[in-house]
Structures are given as C-alpha cells and as structure tokens.
C-alpha cells in the first residue's frame, strides 16, 4: 500500500468519524403540545425546520387540554426538565414567568418582528418588559350565526347585537321538531369550559368574581341576572344535554346545521367556514360579542403559546424552534400547503393586512375587532383587582374556576336552581380564597 493511499483511508476514515461525531450530537427537543388540529398541523409539518436545522430532533408529547396542563404543570413547578418547550396559554404565561419558571425569550431572531404581534395578545405574554412565550394562534369570541335562518324568519343580525335581541332571535329560529336550536352555549363544566364563557359574559353584565378587597361577588345582583338569563334562553331555546357540550360538541352541532346561532371562540370561523367540514359553510355570517350597553363586551381574549421552561438545558435550539413555529414564515407556509383560511389566526397585524388572507377569511376583520375590544387590564365595569378578561390571573382560579362551574352546570341541568348556585359558589370561593391567603 502506497503512502498516498494510506493517507487518503486515514482522511476517509477521520471523515466518516466526523458525520458520526455531528449525528451523535443533535440536540432532541421534547415539546409538550396540545392536541387540536393546528398543533397536528404544525407537526406535519416540521420538514421544514428540520431541512434549516438539521442538528435538532424533535419528540412530540401530544396530549388532551386538561392532561397536557397537569403533567406541564407539575413537571414546571418541580424544575422537572422533562420538556424543552410547552404549550401553555394566556393565563398561565404572567404567572408563570413571575416565579422564574420560563426563560425569557430575547433571541428570536432579526427577521422574526416582535412588534408585529398583535399588542393585546402581546401584552398578554410580557412580564417586566420581557417577552416569556411566543403566540401560536389567538383569539376572542364573537357570534356565529345562520344568514338563511335570520332571513327566513325576517331578521337582520347587527355587527354589534345586544344579549336582548340575542334572545329574541333565538326564540324566533328555533324549529325544535326540525332539531334546530335557536341558540348553542357551552356548558360542560370547567374553567375553560363553561366558566370561560359565563366570566366573560358576566362582564357585559356589569358583574365581577372579587371586588377590590378580594371579597366573591356571587351573591351580588349583576350574577344574579347573568346565570339566570343564560339558564333561561337555554332551557327554551338551546339543544338538549347543553350541560354536557363545550367548545367540541357546539362545533359539531353548527357544523351539522342544527344551531341557529353560537356565541365561542373566533378561531372557530376557519372551521364552520370550510367546506370540507361543515354543512352549513356558505351560510354563516359573523358578529361581535353581546352587549348589555354598559360598555363591556361577552367576548374574551386568549391564545395557545410556545414557551421555554428554565428547567430546560436546551434553550437556545428551543428558541429557534419557537421563533420557526410563530414566524410570519410558518404562516406564509401553512397558507402554500392548507390555503389562507387555515393560517394561524390572532396573533399578526400583517397577516389581517393580507389581501389574500381578507379574501378567504370573510370573519378575518370581525376577529381583529373583537381581539383588539377585548382588555385584559380593565376587565369588567366595575374596578377589580385581578387580569383577565374570562379568568382570574391567580394560582388559585384554576380550582375555584371549575368549582363553580360545576355548580352553573348543574343549574343548567335541573339539578339545582340559580339561587342554590350562586350560594355555593360563594361560599366555596370565599372558603377556598381565605385558605389561600387573600387579601394578600
């Protein structure tokens, strides 16, 4: 054997050892995810940044809301390191950062333009000035209503209704032996189920959860007439089991033509506005939250976050991941392979300044009124001291939260009446709110 080729097996060999060395050190980011379809989305696909990263892995743990957030949860307040990034939402980001549980995230990148998310949700996501997760999708509520059905019964839906002309309309395009339902509200219990809705209503009510000095405000007159106006309209007028549907089931029910109208969560227009999924697509028109004239919306402000937990040894590939998943870029990409209808909504002035986007979205404007009318920071009509516009922006809501949603579940159900109610939410809430410590 020659010199040369020696020396030419010696550099292949090294070679080869180097692409071996490279492949072993790929960093694998767990990200912790919930399972709706813009998260599968996102998943399917990740090719992309795999084909701009190609030294980072990516394992998924997909989960369902209510599990994602306990096993996030307790993973992130144990300093438990088991993921690298996590889907959380608004109500746990402020929170959250101010224990020192998320890393903030200050290198994004030049080209990812911090200043064009959408300064509500932005907000939302800041502590300190610091930036402590990343948008993924936003939204607010707003109603979703049946153009052929208002027609029909000689109605014209304002852009800005009142719960008053909500009702009456609901009455008159109920055909219950036609199993259409006038209207379609959640009320499987839960926090970010039937209490999500019902906090942001009471709102509009001139209602409260706390007063200034922490003290529960269930056995004030304004949850009086909040509850009982709800029960009401839909005992007469909404579907049967209403105590058993949250955001999933009313989709499938306006989907499949049966209601007539249905007051949740704007990110839902993409789906009752597409033809491949829903029977009605061509039918339905979009509106503002319900009113009560006392200058406060039923409409809520929330959005699905990418954030990094300080436990994670793997923050800057994180980082990069994060600012791929909430880019413009990843928009522009979503719209190639699914079309604009199903880019991420909420979260970017330049995606509601989009032609293209305005002309397949018709609810896109409706979206961006009803995200911008929506103020975290003054929430109700009366002062409060708490953020959130349909939570609290406390540890403790979590709990108290699906406490008395059970109890406004069971009153929808029959199984209590409105009084009962409204007496056993205050009492748990006064009780679990001294345990903890409040006024504080």
């Given amino acids: 054997m020659t010199l040369k ?64 957030r306990q096993k996030v949860t307790t993973d992130i307040a144990t300093k438990g390191g088991q993921y690298d990034i996590v889907t959380i ?38 502590s300190d000035g610091k930036l402590y997760a990343a948008p993924f999708y936003g ?57 999500a809705f019902l906090t942001a209503m009471s709102n509009s009510f001139g209602a409260r959860w706390f007063d200034e000095k922490w003290n529960a405000q269930f056995d004030q007159p304004e949850w009086k007439k909040t509850l009982e106006f709800y029960v009401k309209m839909m005992k007469e007028d909404g579907p049967p089991g209403a105590s058993s549907n949250g955001f999933n089931e009313n989709l499938a029910l306006f989907q499949q033509g049966k209601c007539g109208m249905w007051i949740d969560a704007t990110v839902a227009a993409s789906f009752v506005a597409d033809p491949k999924q829903s029977k009605v697509a ?43 998943a909430t880019s413009k870029d990843y928009t522009n990409l979503v719209a190639q392979k699914e079309g604009w209808l199903n880019a991420p909504p909420g979260t970017r002035a330049s995606l509601y300044a989009n032609a293209d986007y305005q002309k397949a979205a018709p609810f896109a404007k409706m979206t961006l009124d009803s995200i911008n009318s929506a103020d975290p920071t003054k929430p109700t009509v009366k ?26 579940s069971a009153a929808l159900a029959g199984q209590s009446t409105v009084d009962q109610a409204l007496k056993s939410a205050q009492q748990l809430t006064t009780r679990e709110m001294k345990k903890a410590g409040y006024p504080k």
């Fill in 5 to 68: 080729t020696i020396l030419l097996s010696a550099c292949s060999a090294l070679m080869f050892a180097g692409v071996s060395t490279t492949g072993a050190l790929a960093e694998t980011l767990t990200i912790a995810t919930v399972n709706n379809g813009d998260m599968v989305r996102m998943q399917k696909l990740t090719d992309d940044f795999k084909t701009k990263n190609p030294d980072i892995e990516l394992k998924w743990v997909t989960l369902e809301e209510n599990v994602l």
């Fill in 89 to 126: 939402g608004t109500y746990e980001v402020p929170i959250w950062a101010k224990q020192g549980w998320l890393a903030p995230l200050d290198k994004l990148g030049d080209n990812y333009d911090v200043n064009d998310l959408l300064p509500a949700i932005r907000s939302g996501l800041t």
């Fill in 139 to 195: 939204e607010s509520s707003m109603v979703m209503y049946r153009k052929d059905l208002f027609e029909k019964a000689g109605l014209k839906m304002p852009d800005a209704p009142t719960w008053e002309f909500v009702a009456d309309a609901a009455k008159k395009i109920t055909d219950k032996k036609g199993e259409v339902y006038g209207i379609c509200l959640r009320g499987k219990a839960g926090w970010g189920e039937n209490m």
């Fill in 282 to 324: 061509d039918k339905v028109g979009f509106a503002l939250a319900p009113d009560n004239g006392l200058g406060k919306r039923g409409n809520w402000l929330w959005a699905w976050n990418l954030a990094i937990p300080a436990s994670s040894k793997k923050t800057d590939a994180a980082e990069k991941f994060v600012s791929w």
């Fill in 383 to 408: 002062p409060v001291p708490y953020v959130g516009v349909q939570f609290v922006a406390i540890p403790e809501f979590q709990g108290i939260g699906t406490a008395v949603g059970q109890q406004f």
